[in-house]
Protein backbone atom coordinates (compact mmCIF):
# COMPACT_ATOMS: atom_id res chain seq x y z
CA UNK A 1 0.00 0.00 0.00
CA UNK A 2 1.26 3.19 -1.08
CA UNK A 3 0.94 6.64 0.61
CA UNK A 4 -0.10 9.58 -1.49
CA UNK A 5 0.07 13.66 0.15
CA UNK A 6 -1.87 14.72 -2.57
CA UNK A 7 -5.49 14.63 -3.09
CA UNK A 8 -6.22 13.27 0.04
CA UNK A 9 -4.43 8.99 -0.71
CA UNK A 10 -5.80 8.32 -3.91
CA UNK A 11 -3.83 5.86 -4.41
CA UNK A 12 -5.06 4.35 -1.17
CA UNK A 13 -8.75 4.81 -2.22
CA UNK A 14 -8.01 3.34 -5.87
CA UNK A 15 -7.01 0.19 -4.00
CA UNK A 16 -10.13 0.38 -1.96
CA UNK A 17 -12.01 0.31 -4.88
CA UNK A 18 -10.95 -2.40 -6.48
CA UNK A 19 -11.05 -4.62 -3.43
CA UNK A 20 -14.32 -3.89 -2.41
CA UNK A 21 -15.34 -3.56 -6.09
CA UNK A 22 -17.41 -0.38 -5.10
CA UNK A 23 -17.80 2.62 -7.33
CA UNK A 24 -17.48 5.84 -5.29
CA UNK A 25 -18.42 9.17 -6.07
CA UNK A 26 -16.64 12.60 -4.43
CA UNK A 27 -19.12 14.82 -3.12
CA UNK A 28 -17.69 18.12 -0.91
CA UNK A 29 -19.00 18.84 2.93
CA UNK A 30 -18.74 22.36 4.05
CA UNK A 31 -15.99 21.83 5.86
CA UNK A 32 -13.49 20.54 2.83
CA UNK A 33 -12.80 17.25 3.51
CA UNK A 34 -14.18 14.74 1.07
CA UNK A 35 -17.08 12.33 1.08
CA UNK A 36 -17.05 9.36 -0.44
CA UNK A 37 -20.26 7.79 -1.57
CA UNK A 38 -21.16 4.38 -2.72
CA UNK A 39 -24.27 5.39 -4.70
CA UNK A 40 -25.00 8.61 -6.31
CA UNK A 41 -28.28 8.74 -4.37
CA UNK A 42 -27.87 6.21 -1.45
CA UNK A 43 -24.57 7.32 0.87
CA UNK A 44 -24.07 3.27 1.94
CA UNK A 45 -20.68 3.40 1.97
CA UNK A 46 -18.17 6.73 3.26
CA UNK A 47 -14.83 7.16 3.10
CA UNK A 48 -13.00 9.63 5.75
CA UNK A 49 -9.19 9.71 4.94
CA UNK A 50 -6.47 11.64 5.98
CA UNK A 51 -2.77 11.84 4.94
CA UNK A 52 -2.35 10.94 8.95
CA UNK A 53 -3.88 10.58 11.70
CA UNK A 54 -5.04 13.70 14.13
CA UNK A 55 -4.59 15.95 10.69
CA UNK A 56 -6.43 19.36 10.72
CA UNK A 57 -6.72 18.76 14.88
CA UNK A 58 -9.78 15.85 14.47
CA UNK A 59 -10.43 12.32 14.97
CA UNK A 60 -11.21 10.39 10.83
CA UNK A 61 -13.77 8.64 12.32
CA UNK A 62 -15.60 11.13 14.42
CA UNK A 63 -15.73 13.24 11.22
CA UNK A 64 -16.46 9.76 9.14
CA UNK A 65 -19.78 9.85 11.38
CA UNK A 66 -20.46 13.86 10.49
CA UNK A 67 -19.80 13.41 6.71
CA UNK A 68 -22.61 10.73 7.08
CA UNK A 69 -24.91 12.67 8.76
CA UNK A 70 -24.44 15.86 6.59
CA UNK A 71 -25.18 13.16 3.55
CA UNK A 72 -28.46 11.44 4.56
CA UNK A 73 -29.52 15.14 5.98
CA UNK A 74 -29.67 15.66 2.41
CA UNK A 75 -33.40 17.01 1.19
CA UNK A 76 -32.68 14.55 -1.98
CA UNK A 77 -33.13 11.68 0.46
CA UNK A 78 -35.90 12.13 2.88
CA UNK A 79 -37.96 9.54 1.09
CA UNK A 80 -35.49 7.03 1.46
CA UNK A 81 -34.73 8.45 5.32
CA UNK A 82 -38.10 8.00 5.81
CA UNK A 83 -38.24 4.13 4.64
CA UNK A 84 -35.18 2.86 7.00
CA UNK A 85 -32.63 3.52 9.86
CA UNK A 86 -30.13 4.58 6.83
CA UNK A 87 -27.44 1.65 7.51
CA UNK A 88 -23.70 3.10 6.34
CA UNK A 89 -20.61 1.39 6.51
CA UNK A 90 -17.49 3.65 7.10
CA UNK A 91 -13.78 3.63 6.17
CA UNK A 92 -12.15 5.99 8.21
CA UNK A 93 -8.43 6.37 8.87
CA UNK A 94 -5.03 8.20 8.27
CA UNK A 95 -1.64 7.00 6.62
CA UNK A 96 -1.43 3.51 7.02
CA UNK A 97 -4.16 2.97 9.87
CA UNK A 98 -7.86 1.98 8.49
CA UNK A 99 -10.78 1.60 10.91
CA UNK A 100 -14.08 0.48 9.47
CA UNK A 101 -17.36 1.28 11.43
CA UNK A 102 -20.87 1.40 10.72
CA UNK A 103 -23.87 3.66 11.58
CA UNK A 104 -27.39 4.14 11.61
CA UNK A 105 -29.61 7.09 11.30
CA UNK A 106 -32.93 7.08 13.88
CA UNK A 107 -33.38 9.71 15.76
CA UNK A 108 -29.80 10.73 15.91
CA UNK A 109 -26.69 9.14 14.10
CA UNK A 110 -24.97 6.08 15.76
CA UNK A 111 -21.83 5.29 15.08
CA UNK A 112 -19.92 2.10 16.18
CA UNK A 113 -16.63 0.31 15.96
CA UNK A 114 -16.70 -3.07 14.00
CA UNK A 115 -12.83 -3.12 13.99
CA UNK A 116 -9.84 -1.80 15.85
CA UNK A 117 -7.75 0.89 13.68
CA UNK A 118 -5.87 -1.71 11.76
CA UNK A 119 -1.98 -0.90 10.38
CA UNK A 120 -2.44 -2.01 6.55
CA UNK A 121 1.47 -1.33 6.00
CA UNK A 122 3.96 -3.71 5.38
CA UNK A 123 6.58 -2.87 8.60
CA UNK A 124 8.54 -6.46 8.49
CA UNK A 125 8.88 -9.81 6.37
CA UNK A 126 6.97 -11.59 9.25
CA UNK A 127 3.62 -9.84 7.98
CA UNK A 128 1.44 -13.14 7.22
CA UNK A 129 -0.81 -13.03 10.12
CA UNK A 130 -1.77 -9.31 10.02
CA UNK A 131 -2.01 -9.71 6.39
CA UNK A 132 -4.48 -12.81 6.19
CA UNK A 133 -6.41 -11.04 9.09
CA UNK A 134 -6.79 -7.85 7.20
CA UNK A 135 -7.67 -9.37 3.88
CA UNK A 136 -10.44 -11.42 6.36
CA UNK A 137 -11.78 -7.83 7.25
CA UNK A 138 -12.00 -6.43 3.56
CA UNK A 139 -13.79 -9.49 2.17
CA UNK A 140 -16.60 -9.67 4.70
CA UNK A 141 -16.69 -5.57 3.78
CA UNK A 142 -17.36 -6.56 0.13
CA UNK A 143 -19.64 -8.64 0.81
CA UNK A 144 -21.68 -6.90 3.31
CA UNK A 145 -21.63 -3.53 0.66
CA UNK A 146 -23.53 -6.48 -1.60
CA UNK A 147 -26.06 -7.23 0.84
CA UNK A 148 -26.42 -3.86 1.92
CA UNK A 149 -27.08 -2.52 -1.57
CA UNK A 150 -29.70 -5.13 -1.86
CA UNK A 151 -31.06 -4.01 1.18
CA UNK A 152 -31.78 -0.57 0.13
CA UNK A 153 -33.66 -2.07 -3.48
CA UNK A 154 -36.13 -3.59 -1.22
CA UNK A 155 -37.28 -1.24 0.71
CA UNK A 156 -40.57 -0.89 -1.29
CA UNK A 157 -42.11 -2.91 1.19
CA UNK A 158 -41.67 -0.28 4.01
CA UNK A 159 -44.91 1.19 6.24
CA UNK A 160 -44.90 4.67 5.54
CA UNK A 161 -43.45 6.57 7.99
CA UNK A 162 -45.89 9.06 10.41
CA UNK A 163 -44.55 11.02 13.02
CA UNK A 164 -44.90 10.23 16.68
CA UNK A 165 -45.79 6.60 15.46
CA UNK A 166 -43.77 3.13 15.73
CA UNK A 167 -42.05 2.62 12.38
CA UNK A 168 -39.13 0.34 11.79
CA UNK A 169 -36.65 2.77 11.12
CA UNK A 170 -36.42 3.14 15.40
CA UNK A 171 -35.97 -0.53 16.10
CA UNK A 172 -33.90 -3.88 15.29
CA UNK A 173 -33.90 -5.42 11.74
CA UNK A 174 -35.15 -8.81 13.44
CA UNK A 175 -38.89 -9.49 13.50
CA UNK A 176 -39.33 -12.87 13.56
CA UNK A 177 -37.98 -15.80 15.06
CA UNK A 178 -38.29 -19.85 15.16
CA UNK A 179 -40.87 -21.29 17.57
CA UNK A 180 -39.85 -25.20 19.22
CA UNK A 181 -42.80 -26.51 16.33
CA UNK A 182 -40.46 -24.90 13.94
CA UNK A 183 -43.35 -22.66 12.51
CA UNK A 184 -42.39 -19.08 11.85
CA UNK A 185 -43.11 -16.33 14.05
CA UNK A 186 -43.26 -12.70 13.22
CA UNK A 187 -43.62 -9.72 15.22
CA UNK A 188 -43.29 -5.84 15.08
CA UNK A 189 -41.87 -3.67 17.99
CA UNK A 190 -44.06 -1.21 19.55
CA UNK A 191 -41.99 0.68 21.94
CA UNK A 192 -38.41 0.75 23.47
CA UNK A 193 -38.96 -0.48 27.38
CA UNK A 194 -35.76 1.75 28.64
CA UNK A 195 -35.29 5.44 28.08
CA UNK A 196 -31.22 4.49 27.63
CA UNK A 197 -29.66 5.49 23.98
CA UNK A 198 -28.04 2.20 24.69
CA UNK A 199 -31.37 0.22 25.15
CA UNK A 200 -31.43 -3.29 23.79
CA UNK A 201 -34.69 -4.60 25.36
CA UNK A 202 -38.39 -3.78 23.14
CA UNK A 203 -41.88 -4.21 23.69
CA UNK A 204 -43.23 -5.88 20.76
CA UNK A 205 -46.37 -7.78 19.49
CA UNK A 206 -46.54 -11.37 17.95
CA UNK A 207 -48.47 -10.68 14.19
CA UNK A 208 -49.38 -13.82 13.29
CA UNK A 209 -51.15 -14.99 17.18
CA UNK A 210 -53.70 -13.96 19.60
CA UNK A 211 -54.17 -14.45 23.23
CA UNK A 212 -57.19 -15.67 24.56
CA UNK A 213 -59.22 -12.64 24.50
CA UNK A 214 -58.28 -12.03 21.02
CA UNK A 215 -55.96 -9.77 21.53
CA UNK A 216 -52.09 -9.42 19.74
CA UNK A 217 -49.76 -11.48 21.92
CA UNK A 218 -47.61 -9.14 23.64
CA UNK A 219 -43.57 -9.98 24.01
CA UNK A 220 -39.82 -8.72 25.19
CA UNK A 221 -37.47 -8.71 22.97
CA UNK A 222 -33.96 -8.13 24.08
CA UNK A 223 -30.52 -8.58 22.39
CA UNK A 224 -27.61 -10.04 24.72
CA UNK A 225 -23.85 -11.41 24.06
CA UNK A 226 -24.43 -13.75 27.14
CA UNK A 227 -27.90 -15.49 28.74
CA UNK A 228 -28.74 -17.60 31.48
CA UNK A 229 -31.50 -19.94 29.48
CA UNK A 230 -31.29 -22.59 31.91
CA UNK A 231 -32.02 -20.42 34.86
CA UNK A 232 -34.86 -18.53 32.68
CA UNK A 233 -36.62 -21.64 31.81
CA UNK A 234 -36.14 -23.27 35.22
CA UNK A 235 -37.76 -20.42 36.76
CA UNK A 236 -40.62 -20.09 34.25
CA UNK A 237 -41.38 -23.53 34.41
CA UNK A 238 -42.56 -23.07 38.44
CA UNK A 239 -44.31 -19.89 37.45
CA UNK A 240 -41.52 -17.60 38.62
CA UNK A 241 -40.31 -16.20 34.85
CA UNK A 242 -42.21 -15.14 32.05
CA UNK A 243 -42.29 -18.12 29.61
CA UNK A 244 -39.12 -18.12 27.16
CA UNK A 245 -40.44 -18.15 23.66
CA UNK A 246 -36.76 -17.85 21.93
CA UNK A 247 -33.17 -17.81 22.46
CA UNK A 248 -30.93 -18.33 19.56
CA UNK A 249 -28.27 -16.30 17.36
CA UNK A 250 -29.94 -13.59 15.46
CA UNK A 251 -31.82 -14.36 12.25
CA UNK A 252 -29.12 -14.57 8.70
CA UNK A 253 -25.85 -14.39 10.55
CA UNK A 254 -22.94 -17.00 10.70
CA UNK A 255 -20.40 -17.11 12.77
CA UNK A 256 -16.95 -15.69 11.72
CA UNK A 257 -14.92 -18.70 12.20
CA UNK A 258 -12.32 -16.24 13.64
CA UNK A 259 -11.85 -16.92 16.99
CA UNK A 260 -10.11 -14.65 20.03
CA UNK A 261 -7.56 -17.32 20.92
CA UNK A 262 -6.59 -19.52 23.97
CA UNK A 263 -9.45 -18.63 25.94
CA UNK A 264 -8.12 -20.31 28.54
CA UNK A 265 -5.80 -18.15 29.52
CA UNK A 266 -7.80 -15.27 29.84
CA UNK A 267 -9.63 -14.59 33.14
CA UNK A 268 -13.22 -16.16 33.78
CA UNK A 269 -16.08 -14.26 32.60
CA UNK A 270 -14.92 -12.89 29.98
CA UNK A 271 -17.04 -12.50 26.86
CA UNK A 272 -14.39 -12.76 24.23
CA UNK A 273 -16.61 -14.05 21.45
CA UNK A 274 -18.28 -10.20 19.66
CA UNK A 275 -20.03 -11.95 17.23
CA UNK A 276 -22.06 -14.20 19.36
CA UNK A 277 -24.97 -11.86 19.80
CA UNK A 278 -28.40 -13.32 20.52
CA UNK A 279 -32.09 -12.81 20.65
CA UNK A 280 -34.55 -13.28 23.44
CA UNK A 281 -38.04 -13.27 23.17
CA UNK A 282 -40.23 -14.00 26.50
CA UNK A 283 -43.89 -13.10 26.87
CA UNK A 284 -44.52 -9.84 28.44
CA UNK A 285 -45.58 -9.74 32.09
CA UNK A 286 -49.02 -7.31 32.64
CA UNK A 287 -47.09 -5.52 35.60
CA UNK A 288 -49.53 -3.66 38.62
CA UNK A 289 -47.24 -1.00 39.95
CA UNK A 290 -50.40 0.52 42.05
CA UNK A 291 -50.29 -3.15 44.14
CA UNK A 292 -47.99 -4.25 46.88
CA UNK A 293 -47.81 -7.82 47.30
CA UNK A 294 -48.20 -8.57 51.11
CA UNK A 295 -45.85 -11.27 50.96
CA UNK A 296 -43.51 -9.64 48.42
CA UNK A 297 -40.41 -11.07 50.33
CA UNK A 298 -41.81 -14.52 51.41
CA UNK A 299 -42.04 -15.47 47.58
CA UNK A 300 -38.70 -14.18 46.28
CA UNK A 301 -36.82 -15.70 49.12
CA UNK A 302 -38.70 -18.88 47.84
CA UNK A 303 -37.42 -18.50 44.19
CA UNK A 304 -33.74 -17.90 46.07
CA UNK A 305 -34.04 -21.11 48.29
CA UNK A 306 -35.49 -23.33 45.13
CA UNK A 307 -32.51 -21.65 42.45
CA UNK A 308 -29.84 -21.99 45.28
CA UNK A 309 -30.26 -25.62 45.75
CA UNK A 310 -30.22 -26.55 42.27
CA UNK A 311 -27.08 -25.22 41.75
CA UNK A 312 -27.94 -21.67 40.44
CA UNK A 313 -27.33 -17.71 40.78
CA UNK A 314 -29.41 -15.09 39.51
CA UNK A 315 -26.65 -12.51 40.15
CA UNK A 316 -28.42 -9.14 39.33
CA UNK A 317 -31.33 -8.78 42.13
CA UNK A 318 -31.62 -5.59 41.87
CA UNK A 319 -35.78 -4.09 41.91
CA UNK A 320 -36.15 -3.53 37.97
CA UNK A 321 -35.34 -7.16 37.76
CA UNK A 322 -38.17 -7.62 40.26
CA UNK A 323 -41.77 -7.63 38.62
CA UNK A 324 -45.44 -8.82 40.43
CA UNK A 325 -47.90 -10.00 38.11
CA UNK A 326 -51.40 -9.12 38.03
CA UNK A 327 -52.38 -11.93 40.38
CA UNK A 328 -49.46 -10.39 42.61
CA UNK A 329 -46.69 -13.30 41.81
CA UNK A 330 -43.75 -12.96 41.60
CA UNK A 331 -41.99 -12.77 38.22
CA UNK A 332 -37.85 -12.68 37.80
CA UNK A 333 -36.34 -10.94 34.64
CA UNK A 334 -32.81 -10.09 33.10
CA UNK A 335 -31.05 -13.11 32.98
CA UNK A 336 -27.95 -11.91 31.43
CA UNK A 337 -26.06 -12.66 34.28
CA UNK A 338 -27.11 -15.81 35.86
CA UNK A 339 -25.91 -19.20 35.31
CA UNK A 340 -24.34 -22.10 38.09
CA UNK A 341 -21.85 -21.45 40.81
CA UNK A 342 -19.53 -23.95 41.97
CA UNK A 343 -21.30 -25.97 44.73
CA UNK A 344 -17.52 -27.29 46.48
CA UNK A 345 -17.33 -23.66 47.87
CA UNK A 346 -19.34 -22.86 51.24
CA UNK A 347 -21.04 -19.16 51.28
CA UNK A 348 -21.14 -17.89 55.24
CA UNK A 349 -23.98 -16.07 55.04
CA UNK A 350 -26.71 -18.46 53.66
CA UNK A 351 -30.29 -18.93 55.82
CA UNK A 352 -30.53 -21.36 57.94
CA UNK A 353 -30.85 -24.98 55.98
CA UNK A 354 -30.43 -23.87 52.01
CA UNK A 355 -26.55 -24.79 52.49
CA UNK A 356 -28.01 -28.76 53.56
CA UNK A 357 -30.18 -28.70 50.71
CA UNK A 358 -26.93 -27.42 48.16
CA UNK A 359 -24.89 -30.26 49.58
CA UNK A 360 -27.76 -33.31 49.30
CA UNK A 361 -28.19 -31.42 45.42
CA UNK A 362 -24.40 -31.00 44.54
CA UNK A 363 -23.72 -35.08 43.26
CA UNK A 364 -27.14 -34.40 40.85
CA UNK A 365 -26.91 -30.86 39.96
CA UNK A 366 -22.84 -30.39 39.08
CA UNK A 367 -21.76 -33.04 36.95
CA UNK A 368 -18.55 -32.82 34.82
CA UNK A 369 -16.57 -29.49 33.63
CA UNK A 370 -19.14 -26.94 34.91
CA UNK A 371 -18.89 -23.39 34.01
CA UNK A 372 -19.98 -20.81 36.31
CA UNK A 373 -21.42 -17.09 36.31
CA UNK A 374 -19.22 -14.15 37.05
CA UNK A 375 -19.84 -10.29 37.12
CA UNK A 376 -19.43 -8.84 33.92
CA UNK A 377 -16.20 -6.68 33.15
CA UNK A 378 -18.69 -3.94 32.53
CA UNK A 379 -20.86 -3.71 35.37
CA UNK A 380 -21.21 -0.30 37.38
CA UNK A 381 -18.63 0.26 40.14
CA UNK A 382 -20.94 2.95 41.88
CA UNK A 383 -20.82 3.15 45.44
CA UNK A 384 -23.23 1.15 47.29
CA UNK A 385 -25.13 -0.69 45.00
CA UNK A 386 -23.37 -3.91 45.14
CA UNK A 387 -23.24 -6.35 48.57
CA UNK A 388 -19.90 -6.78 49.07
CA UNK A 389 -17.85 -9.33 46.95
CA UNK A 390 -19.94 -7.79 43.58
CA UNK A 391 -17.07 -6.08 41.58
CA UNK A 392 -15.76 -7.08 37.90
CA UNK A 393 -15.00 -10.66 37.04
CA UNK A 394 -16.12 -12.08 40.44
CA UNK A 395 -17.48 -15.39 40.32
CA UNK A 396 -21.52 -14.85 41.14
CA UNK A 397 -22.50 -16.02 45.18
CA UNK A 398 -25.63 -17.62 46.60
CA UNK A 399 -24.56 -15.06 49.78
CA UNK A 400 -24.21 -12.12 46.76
CA UNK A 401 -28.12 -12.90 45.93
CA UNK A 402 -29.16 -12.75 49.77
CA UNK A 403 -27.14 -9.59 50.56
CA UNK A 404 -28.79 -8.12 47.91
CA UNK A 405 -32.18 -8.97 48.81
CA UNK A 406 -31.89 -7.19 51.97
CA UNK A 407 -31.11 -3.88 49.59
CA UNK A 408 -34.71 -3.88 48.19
CA UNK A 409 -37.84 -2.41 49.91
CA UNK A 410 -39.49 -5.66 50.96
Known amino acids: MEERHDGHNEGLRKRLRHILRAEVHEEPNPDGTRLQIGDARIAFFILELKRELGEG?????????????????????????????????????????????????????????LTDMRWMALSSTEEDFRVYHNARVFIALRKCLVKLRDFYQGLDDVPPFVANKPHPRYFPYPTSFIAEDGSLVRFRYLASLEEDAACVTYLAEISNGTAAMGEPVKV??????????????????EGYAPPLR???????????????????????GLCLRSDLMHMVVMDYIDVQFNTRAPDARKQIEAVLMMLHSEGCVFGDLRRQNILFDAHSKVKFIDFNWCGRFDMNIRDEQLPNGLQNQINMNMNRVQ??????????????????MWAPGMEPLAQIRPQHDWMMLDKLPW
Not at 220 to 237: C, I, M, S
Not at 367 to 384: N, V
Request: glycine residues 12%.
Open 57 to 113: GCDPTTQGGLSMKHSWIDPTRQAIREKCCCPTFLVAGGGPWLNVLGGVFTDKIIVQR
Open 246 to 268: YYGRLPDTELSGIFPGPAQHAPP
Open 367 to 384: AGDTSYAYYPLSMSTLDG
Open 220 to 237: VVKFVARYGKDVHELLAR
